[in-house]
């Protein structure tokens, strides 16, 4: 079979996630403390490359490697051709325009012509300017862009923020909403096509890890004289799955996969209807 190369981000907010959620789909790294480029995994069809994030666009778009996890925002940075696979549900950021507190642009109705805009993101922030009929020049910068107002080198930045706590600690206020960004396990296009089995297996194993992401499996023990009462206040994502209890009284056991936030009042209501000895166990992937 041939082998795959996953790409995740070597270091920054969404490195160890990425690692995480790896293994908790089976794919242990091996050498994920040694610094390594390369990392083998559990599965010895199944390699880990740890990259730059901004770079891993670029990676699976030219086929350095076959799958990788990023960011929305660096694939549309990079306008990378590739496949989103799925959405990991973390890392949730949104790429905004904003101005100094104390400046006089409240609104993009007071932006004008000659007023320049500082981004590690030219290419979305271009795109966002055309948009708005607006022509201004962009300064790229790598780092820092919330102080680019304050020292002269623009009077506007486009920035990435989770909850604009950082732009409101550098007096900078949100004056628009660009682009909405979240964590993506995207994939070559060509490795998609010759490689399918192994990628599809990945892919598979992740969204199961989601899946099961605030479930719970709750079991219990239940009397066969008590079962109609526990059905009713039984939710669960497939049906009930009931099995005979071989004891001195007639009793079954009961399971199902419910979501955590029912946990706490179903087992008392459960308590009430006659159910015993109770289990509420964590769920690492649901197929």
Known sequence: MMKIKIAIPSKGRISE??????????????????RKLISKTFNEDIEVMFARAS???????DGVADMGITGVDLINENEADVIELLDLRFGQ????????EES????????TEEMKVATEFPVLTKKYLDK????????????????????GIADLITDLTSTGTTLKMNHLQIIDNI??????LIGNKYSLKNKKELIEAVSTSIKGVLDAERKKLIMMNVKNDDLDKVKEVMPSMGGLTISEVLSNEKTVAVQAVIDEKEVFELVNCLRNA???D??????????
């Open 132 to 151: 708005k009929g607006l022509s201004l020049k962009i300064v790229k910068l790598s780092g820092s862009t919330e102080a680019a107002p304050f020292i």
């Open 17 to 34: 996630p990425s690692i995480n959620i790896l293994e908790k789909a089976g794919l242990g790294l091996i050498d994920k403390n040694n």
């Open 93 to 100: 950021t949104k790429l905004v325009l904003a101005a100094p």
């Open 104 to 111: 006089n642009i409240n609104s993009v109705d007071d932006i």
């Open 55 to 61: 770079d891993i666009p670029e990676f699976v778009n």
């Open 278 to 287: 109770i289990l509420v166990v964590p769920i690492e992937r649901i197929i």
């Open 179 to 184: 682009l909405d960004s979240t964590i993506k």
């Open 274 to 276: 006659g159910a015993k």
